[in-house]
C-alpha cells in the first residue's frame, strides 16, 4: 500500500463546480503540502501545514482553501473551479527533521471544462 | 529573491555520465534535494545535500557548493530508465520550504 494516497486519481468537472481532493498518509509525518504542477512550470506550493492546528499559505493559495483534519489527513478544496485550475495536484509529507526529504502521493490529474 | 536555473532538456546515450547543473538562489538555505519524475509520476527522492562537496549513491552522485549557489546531479551508465525529469529543489532556512526548479527532462537515446 502506498504511504501517501490521493483521491481521486483523476477528475474531470465543469467550471464553477465545488472539488475536494484528499491525501492520507501512514508515514506519521507531522508535515504536509499540496502542490501543483504545469508544465514548463515545475511544482508550486499552495498550501502546507507543519502540525494539525497550523496552515500556511503558498506561493499560490487564491482559489484554494484546506483542511488538516487529522495528522494523517490533509484535503485540498476548490471552492469554484475555472479552467485554469487544470493540472497535476501533488500532496507531499515530510518529517520534521530537514534533512529529510518529502514524500509524494501518486497525484491527481484535474481537468475542469 | 528565490530563483532556480536548470536545462530545460538534455540527451544523452545509454551507457554514457551525464551532468545536470542547477543554480540557485534562495532567501538562506539549509540543504538541497534532487529528484527524479517519470512522466506522470510522482517525484522519488534522489539525493541531499548540506554541506560542500560530493555524495555518492550507487549510479547518482550529487555535488553541492554553497558559495557558489551550485549543485549538480551525475549519473553514470545510464540505462533507458533514467529518461525522466530531474528537479532541483533548495530549502530556504527563512521559511523551511523546498522551491522546485522546473526540472531537466533527460532523454536516454540506444
Known amino acids: 500500500d502506498a504511504d501517501v494516497t490521493q483521491t481521486p486519481r483523476n477528475r474531470i468537472t465543469k467550471t464553477g463546480k465545488r472539488i475536494m481532493l484528499e491525501c492520507s498518509q501512514t508515514k506519521g509525518h507531522d508535515r504536509m503540502y499540496w502542490y501543483r504542477q504545469d508544465p514548463g512550470l515545475g511544482l508550486r506550493l499552495i498550501y502546507y501545514?507543519?502540525?494539525?492546528?497550523?496552515?500556511n499559505k503558498g506561493e499560490i493559495s487564491d482559489g484554494y482553501s484546506v483542511s488538516r483534519q487529522a495528522q494523517a489527513k490533509f484535503s485540498l478544496s476548490l471552492e469554484s473551479a475555472i479552467p485554469n485550475q487544470t493540472a497535476l495536484y501533488f500532496c507531499a509529507t515530510s518529517d520534521t527533521h530537514t534533512s529529510q526529504p518529502q514524500h509524494f502521493g501518486d497525484g491527481t490529474r484535474l481537468s475542469i471544462l | 529573491g528565490q530563483n532556480i536555473d536548470q536545462p530545460t532538456e538534455m540527451t544523452a546515450t545509454e551507457g554514457a555520465i551525464v551532468q545536470i547543473n542547477c543554480t540557485y538562489q534562495?532567501?538562506?538555505?539549509?540543504?538541497l534535494f534532487w529528484y527524479q519524475q517519470h512522466a506522470g509520476e510522482a517525484p522519488t527522492f534522489l539525493s541531499y545535500?548540506?554541506?560542500?562537496g560530493l555524495e555518492e549513491k550507487g549510479r547518482f552522485s550529487s555535488f553541492l557548493s554553497r558559495s557558489k549557489g551550485y549543485s549538480y546531479l551525475l549519473l553514470k551508465e545510464l540505462q533507458m530508465k533514467d529518461s525522466a525529469s530531474y528537479l532541483c529543489a533548495p530549502r530556504s532556512s527563512n521559511t523551511g520550504k523546498l522551491i522546485f526548479g522546473q526540472g531537466t527532462t533527460l532523454q536516454v537515446k540506444p
Open positions: 545535500n548540506v554541506l560542500d
Open positions: 501545514s507543519f502540525d494539525v492546528k497550523d496552515i
Open positions: 534562495t532567501s538562506g538555505f539549509n540543504g
